[in-house]
């Protein structure tokens, strides 16, 4: 390696380094951390505004932050990456509740506090309804369990440290306890029934696939077979698998949905914005999913639904006029466009919007008509179907034993775990030329400040109002000063984000990977 080089990775690993002690011994706290901050700490976001007290579990949050720095210490062998790992492991600890999972978020102020929190700022939040009561228990929604629980287990595997051996035990046993004998899992554990919605069942306790419960939940446990050994996990792990067969719902609507009743495992409703209905995104999911388990099997069972999954997505793409209702861009996708929602019974598209302002006066609805839908969850979706066959012809075509290869299912060997687990998009080309740039902007202080993506309204005690037809908020992120959801501001706020700092910190982990 030439000196310039040499001093090129000499600049990138003090950057690293001093971007993690500010966010380690400044921006965290007692190592967990929230996903925004203004510079002066006197403000912060996780998917809400958050007490500085307050850690956000769901991505980017802490557990997020922890595998970061085990990719970190992996990339440079640097010790210190894995001690501020162990803060942060010591923070989900404490926040673990006695079930062995995790709330989205936990307050080192004590539970008092975090049930204020909830009667106010979660309370006030319109479109964030699993903010507006609180349960007291585990959710597996949004990732966060499992990227705690993946954690400790990284943490665990890492030197056998027997410090995480117990709260490890703790979460894998919340996933087998909490897994319905037919192979789904719940929204949230232990169960509760104790929050009817506008007339609705408490949906937390329905079999649930929206934002991969049941994939994460088996990946976790997959990942705990590999890494540990452990034979008492394989049979809950084929049960999950073999359920996403029976989900599928039958022709001429051969998709699947974000929830099921558990008793007959009929589609089901969530949120008062997520209506029981056949979902695309699921079902696309759904299908690379089964081929996932096919990889993992070599069992053709996983492919046989796979056409007819193809062929519904197919069946309800929308026409150019439909599209131009929606009104809005619809910049470079590939593919058919068509209804997220469809009702599971008669194929009707099912399109969510809402009146009012915030959420005394407010509420949400769905009809047929694609105009002025709501825009913080999206009532159509792009499908590349072609890319989807194709995929589904190539997999089919290959050997078998060509498709099974590496496995760790099928391995009678413990298999290692990935060396990087933080997701970003790998550099190309000119894009290197980032790293120079991201170590002229950090500031002293070891910081990269950046616009930050959502702010919110101070909370205001909302006084009772009758209900609304007002429609100026109808697509909005945010309703009137009253609703504290998040939004983006149209005015740049500049702060620090803890996504922009893993974003960064794997730009220079891959620079280093390139240099070696």
């Not at 964030?128 to 954690?151: C, I, V």
């Not at 084929?238 to 099921?260: E, F, K, S, T, V």
């Amino acid at each position: 390696m030439n000196a310039q080089s040499q001093r090129m990775e000499n600049q990138v690993l003090q950057t690293m380094k001093s971007a993690t002690r500010f966010m380690i011994e400044t921006a965290s706290y007692n190592g967990g951390f929230v996903w925004s901050y203004l510079p002066d700490l006197s403000r912060s976001w996780g998917e809400l505004e958050a007490k500085r007290t307050m850690v956000w579990i769901q991505p980017p949050g802490t557990p997020t932050v922890g595998h970061l720095l085990l990719d970190a210490y992996h990339a440079t062998g640097d010790e210190y990456y894995y001690e501020s790992a162990k803060k942060v492991a010591n923070a989900l600890i404490w926040g673990q509740l006695p079930c062995g999972g995790w709330n989205y978020v936990f307050d080192f102020a004590g539970e008092n506090s975090l049930k204020q929190w909830y009667a106010t700022v979660g309370k006030n939040a319109w479109r964030l309804e699993e903010f507006q009561h609180y349960y007291g228990n585990a959710t597996f929604d949004d990732s966060g369990t499992m990227q705690a629980a993946k954690f400790l287990l990284r943490m665990y595997v890492e030197k056998n440290d027997p410090v995480f051996r117990y709260p490890l035990e703790k979460v894998i046993r919340l996933v087998l306890e909490s897994q319905y004998p037919v192979g789904g899992w719940p929204q949230r554990y232990p169960l509760m029934y104790d929050h009817p919605f506008q007339g609705k069942k408490d949906y937390t306790s329905f079999i649930t696939m929206n934002d991969d419960v049941i994939s994460e939940n088996t990946e976790f446990l997959i990942q705990c077979y590999q890494a540990m050994g452990l034979q008492n996990v394989k049979e809950p792990i084929m049960r999950a698998m073999n359920l996403l067969i029976i989900l599928q719902q039958g022709a001429p609507y051969a998709g699947w949905a974000d929830q099921y009743t558990v008793e007959d495992l009929q589609p089901a409703h969530a949120r008062s914005y997520e209506p029981r209905s056949i979902n695309a995104g699921t079902t696309v999911r759904a299908i690379h999913l089964l081929m996932e388990y096919y990889h993992l099997t070599g069992e053709s069972k996983f492919l046989a639904g796979i056409p007819a999954a193809i062929g519904y997505l197919e069946s309800t793409a929308l026409s150019e006029a439909e599209i131009q209702k929606f009104g809005r861009p619809l910049y470079g996708r590939k593919g058919i466009f068509v209804p997220r929602f469809v009702d599971p019974d008669t194929g009707v598209p099912l399109y969510v919007h809402r009146v009012g302002s915030n959420v005394v006066n407010g509420h949400y609805y769905t009809d047929q008509d694609m105009c002025n839908t709501i825009g913080h969850y999206s009532s159509g979706a792009f499908v590349d179907v072609d890319e989807l066959r194709k995929a589904y012809n190539t997999i089919k075509e290959t050997p078998v034993s060509e498709v099974i290869k590496g496995s760790p299912l099928l391995s009678v060997e413990k298999v290692s775990l990935p060396k990087y687990y933080t997701r970003t998009r790998q550099m190309e080309g000119d894009e290197k030329t980032d790293v120079a740039k991201l170590i002229k902007t950090l500031t002293k202080e070891g910081y990269w400040l950046t616009p930050l993506k959502d702010i919110s309204n101070p909370y205001k005690e909302c006084p009772f109002m009758a209900p609304s037809k007002e429609t100026k908020y109808a697509s909005t992120f945010v309703g009137d000063e009253y609703d504290t959801s998040c939004y983006s501001s149209e005015t740049s706020v500049m702060g620090i984000s803890t996504a922009i700092y893993i974003a960064n910190m794997m730009k220079c982990i891959h620079f280093l990977d390139a240099k070696n």
